[in-house]
C-alpha cells in the first residue's frame, strides 16, 4: 500500500467538530483501505480577541479515532473574499511545505481536499520532490470560476494542470473542469452514505422520542443559512405550504440568514417547527429517519452530501433542478426536481408529496435502492480513492 499526504483545510477539528464533515468521512474511507495517510488542515493564526480568537487553542496535532491531524499555521487576512486569492493564499503555499518539509517524509501521492487552498498549497512541496498529486473538485469554486478573480483562475489552472488526477463530486463539475484541464485527467468520485448508519427500522421509536405524533408529516432542511441554498425561497413558501400535522424542522452550521428565517416562522401559521445550530452527526441521523422529506432549494450545487443521507434513509426529496442534484434525484421516483428560485414551485411540490403518504414512501424506498445500486457509499469512495491514487503510484514508479 501507497503512503500519502492528504490535505483539507475544511477539516473538523476540537473546536469546530462540524466543519468539513465530508473531508474527514473521504479521508476515513480512505484510511479504512490501509493507505497509510498523514492528514495536515492549516489553520490561520488567531487574533487575540475576536470570533475567530478561539482559533488559538487548536492544538498542532489531534487524533480522532480514524486518522490523527496536523495543524500547521499560516497568516489568514480578513475580509475573506479581497485576501483569499492573494495574502492569504500566498500564505499557506509558502507555509505548508516548509511544515511537510520538517515533519514528513516525502509520500508517494499528495492528495488535496479542495483544489484551493489544498491543492495549490501543495504544488510547491509536490513539484520540489517530484511527487503527484489529485485533487477534489467540488462545487461551490468550480460553480463559480468564472466570476473569481483574475488571480484566483490563474492558481486554479495552475494547480489543475499539475495533478494527474481531478476527482470531481458530480458530472456538472466535471464538464467544468474538463473545459480547464485535460478532460483525460478528470473524472467523477462521488461521496455517499453508508445506509447502515440510519436507523430506519427505529422510525416510529425515535418519533416517540422526539416528541412527534406519528401521524405528523416531517419535512427537513439541512445546509447553510444562507441565500445560496435557498432560504429566501424557503420564507416566500412558507405560507403555501400545508401546516398541519406537519412538522418543519431545520438544521444548519453555519450562514447568516438564520434570523430571517425564525421570523418569518413566527409570522407564518406554522407552530410545529424547530431552527436548530450545530446538530451533531448523530442527533442528525435521526432526525434524516423520521424525515418524510428532505427540501434541498440551492441554487447551486455539487452532489449535496444530504441527498445521498436522506437517500439511505428512505426519505423522498424535492430538490432544485441544478448542478449535481438531477444526477442524485430521480425526478418522480426518487423525488422531486424544481426550478430553482422558484418559491411556488417548491411550495406546490410539498404540497403534492404531503397529500400523497404513500408516494413519497415509494420515493424514499426507491432512493435508497438507487444508493445501494450505484454504490454510493463512503466504503466505495474509499476504494475508488485509493485505485485512482495507486495506479497513478504505479505510472510514476515511485
Not at 492544538?59 to 479515532?65: I, K, L, R, V
Not at 490523527?68 to 503555499?93: G, I, N
Not at 505548508?96 to 495549490?120: F, M, Q, S, T, W
Not at 488571480?151 to 470531481?168: D, F, H, N, P, Q
Amino acid at each position: 500500500m501507497y503512503r500519502a499526504v492528504v490535505s483539507a483545510a475544511n477539516h473538523p477539528d476540537p473546536y469546530n467538530p462540524y466543519l468539513g464533515l465530508f473531508n474527514f468521512r473521504s479521508i476515513r474511507a480512505l484510511t479504512d483501505t490501509g493507505v497509510d495517510a498523514t492528514v495536515v488542515a492549516p489553520r490561520p493564526f488567531a487574533p487575540p480577541i475576536g470570533p475567530y480568537a478561539s482559533y488559538r487553542e487548536i492544538p498542532e496535532y489531534h487524533a480522532f479515532d480514524s486518522h490523527a491531524v496536523r495543524y500547521p499555521r499560516f497568516a489568514y487576512l480578513l475580509p475573506q473574499r479581497l485576501f483569499r486569492y492573494t495574502l492569504s493564499s500566498a500564505s499557506v503555499a509558502r507555509r505548508l511545505p516548509a511544515y511537510l518539509e520538517k515533519h514528513v517524509e516525502p509520500p508517494d501521492i499528495c492528495h488535496a481536499g479542495h483544489i484551493h487552498y489544498d491543492g495549490y498549497a501543495l504544488l510547491p512541496y509536490c513539484r520540489r520532490h517530484d511527487i503527484p498529486l489529485t485533487v477534489m473538485g467540488r462545487g461551490k469554486l468550480l460553480n463559480d470560476y468564472q466570476e473569481l478573480p483574475r488571480r484566483g483562475r490563474r492558481k486554479i489552472r495552475e494547480t489543475l494542470t499539475y495533478a494527474s488526477g481531478v476527482y470531481c463530486v458530480s458530472q456538472s463539475l466535471a464538464d467544468i473542469a474538463a473545459d480547464l484541464v485535460d478532460p483525460a485527467k478528470v473524472s467523477v468520485l462521488p461521496n455517499g452514505a453508508n445506509p447502515e448508519r440510519y436507523p430506519v427500522a427505529c422510525t416510529s421509536a425515535i418519533k416517540r422520542e422526539l416528541g412527534i405524533p406519528g401521524d405528523t408529516a416531517v419535512v427537513l432542511f439541512c445546509g447553510g443559512y444562507t441565500e445560496r441554498k435557498g432560504i429566501h425561497e424557503i420564507v416566500a413558501a412558507l405560507d403555501h405550504i400545508p401546516h398541519e400535522d406537519v412538522k418543519l424542522v431545520f438544521v444548519g452550521h453555519y450562514g447568516d440568514l438564520r434570523p430571517n428565517l425564525l421570523q418569518a416562522l413566527t409570522r407564518s401559521e406554522h407552530t410545529g417547527y424547530e431552527v436548530l445550530w450545530k446538530v451533531p452527526p448523530l442527533a442528525l441521523r435521526r432526525w434524516l429517519t423520521v424525515a418524510d422529506i428532505l427540501i434541498v432549494p440551492s441554487h447551486a450545487e455539487g452532489r449535496p452530501n444530504t441527498v445521498y443521507e436522506a437517500m439511505a434513509s428512505e426519505t423522498a426529496v424535492v430538490g432544485t433542478d441544478v448542478s449535481g442534484i438531477p444526477e442524485q434525484v430521480r425526478a418522480g421516483e426518487t423525488g422531486l426536481l424544481i426550478p430553482p428560485k422558484d418559491p411556488t414551485a417548491l411550495a406546490d411540490a410539498l404540497a403534492d408529496l404531503l397529500a400523497t403518504p404513500k408516494r413519497r414512501a415509494e420515493m424514499g424506498l426507491k432512493g435508497r435502492e438507487r444508493l445501494v445500486e450505484k454504490g454510493w457509499t463512503w466504503d466505495a469512495h474509499g476504494e475508488r480513492l485509493a485505485s485512482h491514487h495507486e495506479t497513478i503510484v504505479e505510472q510514476t514508479g515511485r
